[in-house]
């Protein structure tokens, strides 16, 4: 794993990244607005047993009925609920948590950062995805449980950006200055060095969203995630393997649900990434000393 | 080179010792062990002393050291157990279900290199052109796309509405194959494809390609002779990031397809929770993964001129 992929991007103005931005954020504000609101804005119950069975889709239910006759888009709407909820506590953890520890490690050095560097090894030995299904199926399964396997195979990540970022800040001279003016640790850490890494931070999570809701719901497909009857689209497409031949739309309605709010995340990720690539900026000169930090 | 060699060798063995302390440690925290299950199986209720006898039997009360010490040796002998649900050799079941997976695993690979190589070449050479947005807007549209979702969109319309291929692949074949391989290959290329591209623009831009321009080297030979070389490192440096996400990919995908492989009894074995079978697939599996990235670092070097000469390392 030495190797490094070399991504060359193309220089975009600004003002166009700042439109698109804003654009895919409004895109983004509408899919939370509809995931906090599911229950709200579902025309049925989603839980409630009451339709003919396995009807296709028609103008009362937009997308068909399951094999328990229940509406399908109230359980969509609801699934999607469950799988972009989870899936930011899933990021905003391996986020804070990978954060914390490599920054720890780049600032205190020494014992602490070699072991935790091994940890971070070892982690990252598994191939990610079995791992997650070991610890998954050995926690009995449930949307926590892979939730937790999900973030134990994915803070090391954070930690090494974080760890490689602290140490590049430390060797600064604003730091050296701000250490010989008196200042502690913690306000170090506070002033300088989280301020100024939380942006390859940011970007490395906002790109991870779509990813690990394809992952979580590939959990919850195998039977190790959220569990029926709670509604979660990787369960929701497992439970309707069976009637794929005959009745599609149960398979098809929550596919489409979590393809759409991955590429939204994914193209909002995109834009964060354009948007705070110094490259873009038109100040080069205090874009050269970010472009450094990052590598 | 050697010296190189024999060092990664070396740095090998604590990495597998740690995989096969984890594998085991794994198994203990699941707080079953055979006795227990055995038990269990046969429904019987025995009390505590002929547990315990059992146990001492077949080593269980021993200090969870030298316990690891003996499943070592035994793993050695290639002897891991057998299997809580079918009473089968663990090691030998999994041997036997490898060639499937191993198949899927190449075959997919194969179709990835020879889909995104090919299009992100094209995609670098027509910049900007409609080509180039076609061909990205396709790969963005593959990559947010989870694996299980493609599986069933292409067992729906090219096994139940066309009827080209098996629903369900009865016995390991190519024609078998193809659907589950190209699963995991539209998502692999989607990914491929985007950074084939970038490196293809970036070694365009270099300054060889410019003198070789000048010298009347024509330009598919340039292309041909030095960039591809580029690309082939990339799409390496690519196989050994993705070789996790398609080993757990692989258990997704075989348990949709029915491919009788070793991801589809990971899967089978995590539902009846058969803990042996977990163990030795989340342990082979680790072991694999160390592998290709020992044979991908080697090969960068092969590959590579700049890395083998100990050059400047980006």
Not at chain 1, 19 to 29: E, K, Q, T, V
Not at chain 1, 135 to 163: C, D, E, F, M, T
Not at chain 2, 271 to 289: S, T
């Amino acid at each position: 794993m030495t190797g490094t992929v070399s991504v060359r991007r193309q220089k975009i103005p600004k003002n166009n990244i700042r439109r698109r931005l804003l654009f895919f954020l409004l895109l983004a504000g509408l899919l939370m607005l509809a995931v906090t609101f599911a229950e709200q804005i579902c025309p049925y119950d989603p839980n409630a047993q009451i339709f003919s069975t396995l009807e296709p889709p028609s103008a009362a239910h937009p997308a068909g009925t399951d094999r328990f006759g229940r509406d399908m888009l109230s359980r969509i709407l609801v699934g999607l609920q469950t799988s972009v909820l989870s899936t930011l506590t899933l990021v905003a953890i391996i986020t804070v948590v990978g954060t914390i520890i490599g920054v720890l490690c780049g600032h205190l050095g020494g014992m602490v950062d070699a072991f935790m560097m091994r940890v971070c090894d070892v982690c990252l030995a598994f191939p990610g995805l079995v791992f997650a299904m070991a610890i998954a199926a050995l926690l009995h399964g449930g949307l926590q449980n892979a939730v937790i396997a999900l973030a134990v195979i994915s803070w090391p990540k954070y930690a090494r950006i974080a760890r490689s970022q602290t140490l590049a800040l430390e060797s600064t001279d604003y730091v050296a200055a701000a250490r010989l003016a008196g200042d502690t640790s913690a306000q170090i850490i506070f002033r300088h060095i989280l301020p100024n890494s939380a942006g390859p931070i940011l970007v490395t999570a906002m790109l991870d969203i779509g990813t690990m809701m394809m992952e979580l719901a590939g959990l919850s497909f195998l039977g190790l995630g959220a569990m029926p009857p709670t509604a979660e689209l990787g369960n929701m497409m497992s439970g309707g393997r069976s009637m794929l031949q005959t009745y599609p739309w149960v398979i098809i309605g929550p596919g489409i649900a979590i393809f759409v709010a991955v590429v939204i995340f994914n193209l909002l990720g995109d834009t964060v990434r354009d948007y705070l690539d110094p490259r873009n900026s038109r100040r080069q000169s205090s874009a050269n000393g970010k472009k450094e930090q990052e590598k | 080179m050697k010296h190189y060699v024999v060092r990664r060798l070396l740095q090998l063995i604590p990495i597998l010792l740690i995989i096969t302390f984890l594998s085991f440690g794994m198994m203990r925290l699941a707080g079953s062990d055979a006795v227990l299950q055995r038990m269990e199986n046969t429904g019987m209720v025995v009390s505590q002393e002929v547990i315990d006898a059992a146990r001492a039997e077949l080593g269980l009360d021993k200090p969870f050291l030298t316990q690891y010490c003996a499943w070592l040796g035994n793993l050695l002998r290639g002897d891991m157990g057998t299997s809580y649900i079918s009473g089968q050799e663990v090691f030998s079941t999994f041997i036997s279900k490898l060639p499937a997976t191993l198949l899927l695993t190449v075959v997919s690979i194969l179709l990835t290199i020879v889909v995104s190589i090919p299009l992100g070449v094209l995609a670098a050479v027509k910049q900007n052109r409609l080509t180039d947005y076609v061909i990205r807007v396709a790969s963005f549209l593959g990559n947010s796309m989870p694996n299980f979702f493609v599986a069933l969109l292409l067992m729906y319309f090219f096994a139940i509405r066309l009827d080209w291929f098996p629903v369900i692949s009865r016995e390991v074949s190519l024609q078998n194959v193809i659907l589950p391989a190209l699963t995991l290959a539209i998502a692999m290329s989607a990914k491929y494809l985007r950074q084939v591209r970038a490196t293809v623009l970036d070694e365009l831009s270099k300054d060889y390609v410019a003198g070789a321009k000048a010298r009347g080297v024509k330009f598919s030979v340039t292309l041909a002779k030095s960039v591809l070389r580029a690309c082939l490192v990339t799409v390496i440096t690519l196989l050994t990031l993705s070789i996790g996400s398609l080993l757990g990919g692989t258990a997704i995908v075989e348990s949709i397809f029915m491919w009788d492989g070793v991801g589809k009894m990971a899967v089978d074995a995590i539902n009846m929770r058969d803990y042996p079978m977990i163990q030795a697939y989340v342990m082979w599996m680790a072991i694999i993964y160390v592998c290709v990235n020992l044979i991908t670092d080697l090969s960068y070097r092969v590959l590579d001129p700049r890395i083998r000469l100990g050059g400047a390392k980006s």
